[in-house]
Nanobody, 122 residues
Framework: EVQLQASGGGLVQAGGSLRLSCAASGFTFAHYAIGWFRQAPGKAREGVSY????????WYHESVKGRFTISSDNAKNTVYLQTNSLKPEDTAVYYC??????????WGRGYWGQGTLVTVSS
């Protein structure tokens, strides 16, 4: 059974940090890209960052560059998203997803986990 378990969300003041974790099981982790997405109330879901475990390629949304860092621990089948200098506009439910080749085919063929809520107070 495929599982993606996102955790690490919480309430933090602006300028603070959180480390989000996405623990994966049920598929060959090293063959997949793992992505973080977020959805704020009343807004569309947007991609935040992803890492391709096949070649360690990373991508960040412009709004989080320099503040967020994605990393992967293949031994633990877990991807981390270190979020620093958080802003109120980072408030959202954060989801993780896994897909084989998102650079070519997007994120529609893989797996999605449940979300973890990040709330940044001003």
């Amino acid at each position: 059974e495929v599982q993606l378990q996102a955790s690490g969300g919480g309430l933090v003041q602006a300028g603070g940090s959180l480390r989000l974790s996405c623990a994966a099981s049920g598929f060959t982790f090293a063959h997949y890209a793992i992505g973080w997405f977020r959805q704020a109330p009343g807004k569309a879901r947007e991609g935040v960052s992803y890492i391709d475990n096949r070649d360690v390629f990373t991508w960040y949304h412009e709004s989080v560059k320099g503040r967020f860092t994605i990393s992967s621990d293949n031994a633990k089948n877990t991807v981390y998203l270190q979020t620093n200098s958080l802003k109120p506009e980072d408030t959202a439910v954060y989801y993780c997803a896994a897909d084989v080749n998102p650079r070519s085919t997007g994120w529609g063929r893989g797996y999605w986990g449940q979300g973890t809520l990040v709330t940044v107070s001003s």
